[in-house]
């Protein structure tokens, strides 16, 4: 089926470069605070500066004249004080208890953004200070310790099969432990938000954000406003990994209740500092497993807890640890599962979403217990894994049946034989350097869930729009209306390249304009993995549609008559054989009938099924499938550790634009390199330690190892064109193959991320007695 | 309020001579951006970091967010990402950049690009070592910088003989 139905496609498949590059390497692309706002006031947050307590009151101090700004403070949100996510539990501004250190107190504008910073640092809060909590490590010996005074955010189960049974049928059985902490996104751009009050009553909200339609709805009870009175439209994104998904409702609801408020555009663009320390984060993870197996390497169970810190409130966390738990056990045949997650509350920022989503954590944990599975069974990594990999007909954990052809175990096969692994296995030190270094191979293996969890794709009824119009430039064309966002891993390139397939015209007749709340459809957030797959299915359905309407058109009023095929960009008369081009006709139709806009609506199969409760049934529409290998050395001296090569296999599906995918691969192992081994974030006083880029340090180009990456395509089956996903993977699974790597140079395992020399240190003088090593 | 004795400088701006006053203490980057409206190049981090306020000055790179605007003299040529489509190389090296995929979100990429062209301008021995030091300074995020490093070799290749001089 691939094979053939390529032929229909002539830019999906085509590394062609990107729509929105020339302004992007020309400095003219527009973010959040490029464009122009005239008589913008500047807002600011007044933040509390201890991480649990209760509010007494707010000083104004006399000695600051108040009237030249404009000050928010509870009583002033025309709606409920609630940020509209999951739970419901968290505060636009602290009215009573304090959750957090930096939990907004008061907003502030002012015309200049000097004056409001003065005006904040002159509103001193009253507070009763109450005991806080603020790691997972705390949460977690409590958590063992059986204490019931946590307060537990979200809980769920996966259960298959009786784990007892599982593990009575084992020969061995395994346990081990992993930790990671908080990742931060680090977009190079800062968050950043305008709100402009319209003269209606209601607001128009632009910046730099991935899902316009969460704000929208989510600021209806805050602002008391009805979902057509709040505008929300994307501004060029300087980078997002799911920074940008669900806590720009927060900096756009600041503006929003200033602008309302002072009736001027408010703009809000978080310095360096306020974003690191006030925005959220990956969440910390402790997930234990705890696995079954007979001596001949079959898994026969795996037991696993997978516990996150989800900071102050709910927010996203639930979904977050719905995905992680999805992903604990992922890819590995075995008929006795049972898996505990768990999120629990600390006094922090919440936690929230970041490339992956709870699955990178996941992965961490299973890939790197399967190594020290293996190793207790005496098998190699490699032959463990291809002897309980997943393949077609199987079942994973919630008894979803592995139904069409994909990339498990392939990727994995051709990782391996691609990186030579058997041979490079030989070469690691285990613990015995060879000049001055030890070097080791470490493997892992994963799949990830493309969509949304679950029901998520067929309760969201994800639609796309095409507008047949007269475009910018004045040529007649198609403007694509949805609410999918660029904020660099391609959309804007993707989409015209999907919807000119469909149509069969050429793609500069097509354009995706940004998203505005105005013009487009909710076609569902930008996450998840979902938008080549999901997004790009109802893109490529509207303009089937809309070519049928075309050549029905065509066939009446241009053809007299008779049977017309669209192809190619031209009309074709099936008799007559005469053609005519888009232009023409689409001209001709805009002058005859005005706009014609075209909707679709993205369905799943109806076959798939799902219990919400029990979380069993297919969890995913379908997934995407990886292999990392990675080859490390370690310094004898300074243990700096440095990733040599990084060799990867991926199956996403449908490579709709193979040059922006191979960016989104190459861009994500880099920064799964960054949580893997350099990336290191943590409370101290309630607080971030680190909150400038040169304490919190990301990989720069000294740091990219080289890189073999190779992709096979098993496209979806269900939507065309066949992508499903790519954004996330890259994220998955580079930490535990460089702790397996790691375990191999070294002889002794890491098991708490970012693997830093000081941990490696630790590890090694817990491992032999001092002086002993090379 | 005070008010503050303003200085005065003209610059040679992208091959253009453009007189600005501003405050003593005004960051360059601010002087660019919001007076001269030339919105290209971008804050990141404002501490020096991240590379994306990266312009040239009197061919030297210069992070425009620790430099006083005052501390560049009158008469100083000033190249920031919108000067780049003016020459020749810099409008290959913005080509090479599209060609390769080399830019994603695009904030990284004004002071990634200016950098490259400082770089490439001084007809340097062009290796995949010289080019990580050239790029050291510029912190991208979305790319792995792996397309950044092959649109410059790119370009490389192809650097127009009279652009720039020998270091
Ligand atoms: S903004 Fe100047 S180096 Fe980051
Ligand atoms: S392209 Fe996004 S930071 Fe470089």
Redesign the pocket.
Known sequence: MAVQDRVAYRNVGQGIERLDGDEKVRGLAQYADDIPVPDAWYGEVVRSPVAHGRLIRLHFDPAFDFNRVCVVTPPDIPGQNIVDLMGRDMPFIADGEIQYRGEPLALVAAPTRALAREAAAHIKPEIENLPALLTLREVISRYLDGAKDLKELAAQTIVKGDIEQGFAAADRIIEGEYWAGHQEQLY?EPQGMVAIPEPDGGVFIQGSLQCPYYIAPELMITLDLPLEKIRVKQTAV??AFGGKEEFPTLIAGYCALLALKCGKPVKIIYDRHQDILFTTKRHPVWTRQRTGVKNDGTITAMQVDFVLDGGAYTTLSPVVMYRGILHTTLGYRCPHVSVNGKVYRTNTFPNGAFRGFGAPQAIWGLESHMDEVAAALGMSPEAFRLKNALHLGDTTATGQVIAEPMGTPDVLENNLARSRFAALLRGNSHGIARDGKYHGVGLAFFGHGSGFTGDGESRLKSKAALDLEYLEDGRAGVNIRISSTEM?QGTMTIMPQIAADGLRIAIDQVRMPFPDTKYAPDSGPTVASRTAMVVGGTVFGAAEKLRKALETFAATALFGGEEVELDDNRFTGKLSGTTRGFQEVASAYLKQHGPLRVYNQFKLPETLRWNQKTFEGDSYPSYSWGCNIAEVEIDALTLELTVKKVTACFDIGRLINPVLAMGQVEGGLVQALGYAVMEKIDIKDGLYDASRMQTYVVPTVRDIPVFDIAFIEYPYGHAAPGAKGVGEMPMDGLAPAIANAVKAALGVRINDLPITPEKILKALSAHQPAGASA | MTTMKKIQRTWKINGESRTVQFPPARRLLDVLREDLDLKGTKEGCGEGECGACTVMINGELAVSCLLAAGQVRDGAEILTVEGLEKTPGGRLIQRSYLEKGA???????PG?LVSSYAFLRRHPVVNEESIKDAHAGNI????GYVKIIEAVQAAAERWPADEGKPS
Request: net charge positive; charged share 5%.
């Open positions: 190079i300087g980078g660099g | 830019a994603q979100c695009g904030f990284c990429i990634m991208c995020r979305c790319t």
